[in-house]
């Protein structure tokens, strides 16, 4: 992964609901949960380079936890979780 690219990417938390983005990198931010454990944790669930992702849902105020679509399967991530998976977003569809 390129340092540009990561440097370009935004938070999974930061997109706004309903956005269309691709994964760029996965990367812990803590050590809570031990940084491999998160990233094997966040692959295994398809959070992958490339892959399209959707924020669905948001949490009470915006809170926790976030529904994400990756891929064609549904997930809840807490906030330290989504903040773990970097992307682009892609450009709006024309209609």
Not at 5 to 34: K, N
Not at 41 to 46: P, S, T
Not at 57 to 65: D, M, N, Q, S, T
Request: hydrophobic share 45%.
């Amino acid at each position: 992964m390129e340092t540009s690219a990561l440097s370009q990417a935004l938070p999974l938390t930061e997109l706004p609901t309903g956005t269309r983005a691709r994964v760029v990198a996965v990367t812990a931010l803590d050590d809570r949960h031990g940084p491999l454990e998160i990233a094997r944790r966040l692959a295994e669930l398809g959070f992958l380079p490339g892959e399209a992702v959707r924020i669905l849902a948001r949490g009470v105020l915006g809170r926790e936890p976030i529904a994400v679509r990756v891929g064609t399967s549904t997930f809840a991530l807490r906030l330290f979780e989504a903040a773990c998976v970097h992307v682009h977003p892609e450009p709006a569809a024309l209609p």
